[in-house]
Nanobody
Framework: QVQLVESGGGLVQSGGSLRLSCAAS????????MGWYRQAPGKQRELVAD???????NYADSVKGRFTISRDDAKNTVYLQMNSLKAEDTAVYSC???????????????WGQGTQVTVSS
């Protein structure tokens, strides 16, 4: 079983920065893709950014140039550096990781509990 624990959310003024972290623990063989999603009140969850095992990244258009996703496989951790934050970035941010328990097991997605990011205008 894999547990994902996020940290780094909070309240910040518009134009400010925050750095989110998500660390995986438990028993697993390998983590493939890692990603960050967000869900604002009354809206559907959306992909913010993801990063593959080889380091390839993908960003939502709304955060390109402001957010940076990175990973540290030695620590089983994914980060999201968020700069130039806007009020519309306010949401619950959740991390997700594609995890393989072993060579004979299929890849499954694990999710963190979510962390609140609030940007005041």
């Amino acid at each position: 079983q894999v547990q994902l624990v996020e940290s780094g959310g909070g309240l910040v003024q518009s134009g400010g920065s925050l750095r989110l972290s998500c660390a995986a623990s438990g028993s697993f063989f390998r983590i493939n893709a890692m990603g960050w999603y967000r869900q604002a009140p009354g809206k559907q969850r959306e992909l913010v950014a993801d990063i593959s095992r080889d380091g390839s990244t993908n960003y939502a258009d709304s955060v390109k140039g402001r957010f940076t996703i990175s990973r540290d496989d030695a620590k089983n951790t994914v980060y999201l550096q968020m700069n130039s934050l806007k009020a519309e970035d306010t949401a619950v941010y959740s991390c997700s990781m594609a995890v393989r328990r072993g060579l004979r097991y299929p890849e499954t997605n694990s999710w963190g509990q979510g962390t609140q990011v609030t940007v005041s205008s």
